[in-house]
């Protein structure tokens, strides 16, 4: 298997993260397929993506103290493997796990993911639980110094002694047949911690040895740019950010995070810029929450995330979505980046602005993005020096979020673009 | 009470640790404790203290793999409390704990210690076992992120919420109960951990709660110079190396240690150099062996041990002691530097020598030690320039280790030292 | 000579440096030495110094742009050594240098002091001038990688051949025939660079050869903790600050040093909390302006340089001093601290409040200051248990600001304490 | 101008760094130049580079205690530009500067390059030397906190003030008039200054203004791979190591940096893995030498730096190239790969084994890199999964070193390789 073939473009799909932060429930994640199967999928929109806790008894019930309740009940099988928890998922019971609501996806023509949280349950570990497939207990291969410090439920494995293979291959049997096409691993791409870097080679081995391609996602970030090679290897999109929200700082300094990662793009490997929070968020953090982007900072982070190729990952509560979050989400020629352009390329960048190209991979065009990173309105440049590659003069281009035809006459090309917001355009020599 | 009045001189004892590593058990205490009762005592030692380990089960059995076995058996009573193991210690059976060896310790005229982790026990904190006083559970008052990384069996508590001090008081009330008179409390002295700072205050706390004098040592090292007011405060000993073995390099180095720490000597404060690994050690580390240090090492040991007011605490087997080694430990005068001397400072200090000075106490005497940290022989001066405070003419100086009486008649004073030796004197003003 | 007995209390002045930046001239020295003489020299202030740039012409002039010229005409002699600039110090003419205002400082009974910055003039270096008793010249010793990084005007000496030694001896020649008591040098305290620790021997070496007594004062600031050794054995004062100024995060912020740093106070050994900026201060910063501390913020300073027993120096313009400051530079009695206490120790430090207590060195009595760290009056306590050494219950205490007398019954004593401000007592046993 | 059309494959040259250090006189340049006209142009060799400090008088003559001698004189123009020292570059004399040089080197068909200093001559700043084209002089825009700790000549220039841009531009004229086609600026690529940062867009600039197209060269690295977009904007190459030298520890440490690098490699941007140590080198450093790299590792140098694709310059003194040292140099197959090949990946990277793929970019032809990272003989396999984007099986290789033509059969591919060694074979679909 050539990991690379299981993401030939960025994945674009749906994470209950955003909005149900640890609560999401089987209906919940049912409504949003549904809603994502009638109204995105024919633009591309397929991964359904069950994030973190959901093999947790009462996960949510102590908000107040705690995210993830420590030393809590987890549900788990004889083999140190954690099983959905049935309380949401009813459909788990009797040895089913994720299976049922799977096909459910998969009916619906979608693609299911889960999250997991790097290495074996600190439960099983104390409770010297066995490893499938080997003779060796949980105790023998978690390693008891090898935690995260955000979350108390995991040891990390040995990666230096037998069992900690077998025990991922183990965990990756289950998942084939459950039918999981999609594995976001936590824990696992930001800390230097050698061990984590060895356990991303395991997951990748683990994949391999059920033979059911898996989008590999490592999280949280920010990924380390000195192991990128090693992502590139092993993964399919990790995360060049700590968790993304709705404020303006953490978008105008995404920019950076992608002129570090920009030539590390290609066919199954994405830098991934993290869910996008849209629409309504929040509801398990404490209280749901529209969305706290302006209209041109949504046209502004779609923008460079299409441009950039990141993965699209939605955050919203997908039943609640707006007319307008809607129309940003099924905008084919914006969302086309994805599939026909290559070699995006940060062309400038200061505080007040950043201009991004790309090249269709098909036609004889390019895309051309402005971004407007100050607080007021901009006329934003560029001339023929910034763009050596490239003839401005007699150049059209087409604005892909207004549609408007715009023809250049002059050597260089400059447009208003809003406050915090950006523009995208199509440009064709020409005739 | 007054916490420095419970170690007004330096505390002189053994610890179990260089000998016996995780192994030892309640006989070869006693045997140790015999032995300094009958040879020693009478030089000031009095601490026989147990090192870590003593609640688990099958400690050492794994040496090859696991200094420390992960997620093995502890004895633990009801209320998250360890307790000794009752294969090593029987008399600790039917909840007598360590009462019965510290009666046996206290009824040869010396004191009780033992080691600890900082924190709760894992176990207790996976089993929600009781806090004894409150209505809380261990996994109530677990910090799931507090770990130590070198040993396996504890969490470090929650500091700020309720609970913590509690857990902590009722150790304390037990090992009151036990007869227990200096705690080595381990993991909390090295990280610049919020968390372990604070609960260096929270032992100090049980202390006090308990009423039961109890000299409070700290380790592993090396101690953070900036925090050493808020040891000064708390404790009545901290490490300012990592584990200290027979190997020159380490012996150099602690030159750098005491020249960084001697400011904070005082009565009931000592800066501690770790123990003295004299005489037979190792046999618990894979096999026993004598010392690797030289004669001339060990008496720059004991020198700088001495003059700087260093905690003494044996690493040697009391019961296979040599004639020489005892001698190095029973030199009285030597040893009086720890409760007739006070200032001890640096005078000089390269790569090749190092001097120090300090006061007697009651006399109109000093001590001056010349340490030669060269591989050869060398002679080492002092100049009345090194020394404004004090007249070098006409002096009358002691050697504390050969006894022999020197009179100085120059402006200044030299000696020849064997390479990585040391000389001691008294010295009084000439009549 | 005993560098120590060239400070046996802490030193007390005034400096030029928080009034006129670098502009100070002759006449407006001996102004501020007038005043001294007259009203501030019989509570023990002493000290004359002139702070930077002495040595320069047009000082001042471009201080929009740069507070030291670059590349600018400086004073020098022909052995490399910087001379006052005539246009200032017209004293200093025909190669008089500050002997002249050296006499007249010291014919008002006081003592006169110079900063200098750490090194050898660049323009030496590049002009290859000559260094006094030897056949070098500047280029040979000086280091071209050992830059101050705020002051364009120095290169470090090379501190691994001949010729830096001499030229700190020649320096420290010309300063003793000049008269000079007082060596504050700069860009020497900070940073750990191997070669500015080898200058502050040379420094100490320069004043032992040239046979005057003149205290060594070493900036900026912060000091190194794991210096400390060498400080003390080389200087007689050391900065433990970066420049302090008149706002109150600064004075808060030097209870944190002020605890690093307790136990280095010794006769001749000074961690210093640097100058006082009371009174008008600014003039050569841009503008004159009073203090901008409160006058509760200004007791508090003076009760905690006092306690620590920092040096103090004035940074106010003398001749404009108001009777409220004078009275704080002139209570007799809380001065006395600097010379009659011994031992300040820390007892309470958080974010509230800070307590310390000294004890008298010729009486049995104590001194104990509140400080009150926090925004609202508070009512600021000590226990028995806080106190251990010393009984709390029946106590008189002496209110070093107001001189009122206070009984205490209880077995604590608490005080009312306005925001930002201190108490300070002396304390006597109650007959 | 399009500054990646100046370098469209990466640069091939000669540099006089490794063999003469700070000495190269005009007949060495000139007898270097000779010998690549005559036996290397054709191969693809084109610059001769005039390295460090050929402004400097008596360069090298103090060679036991300063590789660049301070405050030296140096050869300036009355514009604070530096010129070329006339007593090792005779025909620089009145006023010619480099121009009748790079005259004879363009008259063979090569093309010249230069080494220069971020910055400004010191001996300018504090001579107040004028800028050329401005009313400034050198003290005005000379930065005197910004200088390289390793060479004492210049200061960097400022960069928040008119003045920094228009020195550069003046330097830059002058360059084109001598008919400079290659710059290696020094001390700009390594420490994360902001003004160094800076200085690489001023230095683009400058060569903009000019209009002669010079390839920009940046050193000495460690580039950081943080600013990776910014040097790929602004420059052509930049050194990935600090300098390297001919010891197996620095070429295998290469791996590792090429691996950060890899996917930073396009038209007119080349991470520069440094020069090639071959032949003999030495000879202002101390004594000629032959390199002291073994065969074998000479053949995995050229291997990797072909592949990889950085640029070649030589580091032997060339009219001493032995038979086989040529032959490694004039080897056009592996040669090729500078332009011919593209997107090269490691594939494999351990501390035994590297393997490396690129793609030919006119054929349907693959290149295969095996290096034997140990010490001893080893056979490196590549398996079908290792490589899943090509087909092993039924390829046929041709060995580039040795001409021998494999036909693979089996779904992997393997081969012997000596210790330290290397294999590059083309691979061609068999038909």
């Not at 993401?7 to 994640?29: K, L």
């Not at 997991?116 to 409770?127: K, L, Q, S």
């Not at 629409?279 to 923008?303: C, P, S």
């Amino acid at each position: 298997m050539n990991k690379n073939q299981f993401a030939v473009t960025p994945p674009m799909g749906w994470n209950s993260y955003d909005y149900y932060d640890t609560t999401v429930n089987e209906e919940q994640i049912k409504a949003n397929a549904d809603y994502m199967a009638a109204n995105l999928k024919k633009y591309g929109w397929e991964y359904i993506v069950v994030d973190i806790q959901w093999y947790a008894y009462d996960a949510g019930s102590q908000r107040d103290r705690h995210q993830y309740i420590p030393f809590w009940k987890v549900e788990m099988d004889e083999y140190s493997r954690l099983l959905p928890c049935p309380d949401r998922f009813p459909s788990s019971r009797d040895g089913q796990g994720f299976k049922p609501l799977a096909d459910y996806i998969h009916s619906l023509g979608l693609k299911f993911g889960i999250h997991i949280m790097r290495g074996i349950p600190r439960a099983a570990a104390h409770n010297h639980t066995k490893i499938l497939g080997t003779e060796l207990t949980a105790n023998e291969i978690a390693d008891p110094s090898s935690i995260c410090f955000w979350n108390p439920d995991m040891y990390g494995v040995v990666t230096n002694r037998e069992g900690g293979q077998e025990y991922y291959n183990s965990l990756f049997e289950l998942y084939a047949e459950w039918g999981v096409d999609f594995i976001k691993c936590d824990d696992i791409a930001r800390y230097d911690m050698p061990s984590a870097k060895k356990e991303i080679e395991m997951l990748h081995n683990a994949i391999e040895h059920c033979k059911r391609p898996m989008v590999l996602s490592l999280s949280p970030g920010p990924a380390l740019i000195n192991q990128a090679w090693y992502y590139e290897k092993y993964a399919n999109m990790w995360r060049i950010t700590d968790d993304f929200w709705d404020n303006w700082p953490l978008l105008a300094n995404m920019f950076e995070r992608c002129e570090l990662w920009q030539n590390h793009v290609s066919e199954g490997c994405y830098p991934d810029c993290d869910m996008l929070p849209l629409g309504y968020v929040g509801k398990g953090f404490g209280g749901e929450r529209y969305t706290g982007f302006t209209k041109d900072e949504q046209i502004t982070m779609m923008t460079l995330w299409c441009i950039f190729r990141s993965p699209l990952m939605l955050g919203a509560e997908l039943t609640k979505l707006d007319e307008w979050t809607l129309s940003l989400l099924t905008n084919e020629k914006v969302l086309g980046l994805l599939t026909a352009s290559a070699g995006a390329r940060q062309i400038i960048r200061n505080k007040e602005q950043a201009v991004w190209l790309s090249k269709d991979i098909a036609e004889e065009a390019w895309y051309l993005a402005l971004f407007n990173l100050s607080d007021v309105e901009k006329s934003i440049k560029v001339t023929q020096e910034d763009l050596p590659q490239f003839v401005l003069q007699g150049i059209q281009l087409e604005d892909l979020w207004s549609q408007e035809l715009i023809e250049n006459a002059g050597a260089s090309f400059e447009s208003k673009v809003a406050p915090h917001g950006a523009k995208l355009y199509k440009v064709y020599k020409n005739a």
